[in-house]
C-alpha cells in the first residue's frame, strides 16, 4: 500500500490536566501517515482521488482548536478515527502527537504518543427464535448502521432453523453480516451485547435457551482469541449449518485461522457429512 504523510505539523491548542492548559494554547507537533492506494490517483492525476494533504491539515487543526482533552492519548486516537471515518480509502492512520512543551521538569524534546488504528474486517452471526423474530434482525443491522464506529454493513439472505443447542425450543431465524469496525474485540463485544439487551434479551435463561437477539463474533480480521468470555473464531461456527450457508454469500475462501481451510470446504463437509466437525 501507499502512504500519506504530514510531518511535524504544528498546531496550538488546550489540551492537558492541569487547569492552566485549559485556557493557555501550548505547542503540538502532529504527524500522520495514510495508509491508502495510490492507483486511482496515479492513473487519473486527480486529486479527488486521493486525501489532499491541505484538506487533512485544516481537519487536524480544527479538530484541535474545536475540542479538549485532559490527554493528548485521547486527541490522538479521536484525529485518527475522524480520519479513518471521514476519508474514504484510507486503509490505516499512524499518529503522532508530540507535546514540546510539557510542564514538566527536566531536559526533553518532547513527550508524545503514538497512535495505530485500523479499519477491522468482522464477521457476525445473528439469530432470533421468540416474537418478532425479522424485527429484532432488523433492529440489530440497523443498530449497526447506525454506529459510525461501523461501516459496510452488509447482510445475507435470512434463514430459519431448528432450534440448536438442546435448551431452545422455537425455530430460529437466521443471517451473518459482514462489516468493518474500528472497535478493538472486548470493545466489539460489549457493543453487541448492549444491542442484544436493546432487543430484551434475557440473560437469567439457561445457556442456547430460547432468546430475542442472539449476536456472535465469528471473525475478527484473522485474529484467534481465547479468553474466557470472548473466543475468536467462533468456537462452534463450523457445526452450525445457519452460520456456514449464509457465510457463503461474502467470502467462500476466507481461509479459518485456526483450522486452516476455506470456508467452502467447512461448508462442503459439514452439507456432506452432517456430523460435527473435529
Sequence with gaps: MDSIILKDF????????????????????????IVTDFTSASETDDISNTVSYSELKKDIKAFCDENSFNLIETLGVKIAERILKKYAGV?????????????????????????????????????????????????????????????????SKRMRSAPYGGYATEEFLNSVVECETLYNPRKLLAVLQGIEDEGGRDRTVVHWGNRTLDLDILFYDREVICEKDLCIPHPDMVNRFFVLYPFMEFNCNFVHPVLNKRMSELYDYYKNNKIRYC
Excluded at 117 to 131: A, D, F, I, P, T
Excluded at 134 to 149: F, Q, R, S, T
Aim: with cysteine; proline share 3%.
Design 10 to 33: 504544528e498546531v496550538l491548542a488546550c489540551h492537558g490536566v492541569n487547569p492552566e492548559e485549559k485556557v493557555d494554547k501550548q505547542r503540538f507537533l502532529i504527524t500522520a501517515e
Design 91 to 155: 486503509k490505516c492512520v499512524e499518529l503522532t502527537v508530540k507535546k514540546p512543551d510539557a510542564p514538566m521538569s527536566g531536559n526533553f524534546d518532547y513527550a508524545g504518543v503514538k497512535i495505530s488504528r485500523k479499519w477491522h474486517r468482522v464477521y457476525l452471526s445473528l439469530g432470533s427464535n421468540l416474537g418478532d423474530k425479522n424485527g429484532y434482525l432488523d433492529l440489530a443491522v440497523n443498530a449497526l448502521k447506525a454506529d459510525d464506529n461501523f461501516k459496510g454493513v452488509k447482510e
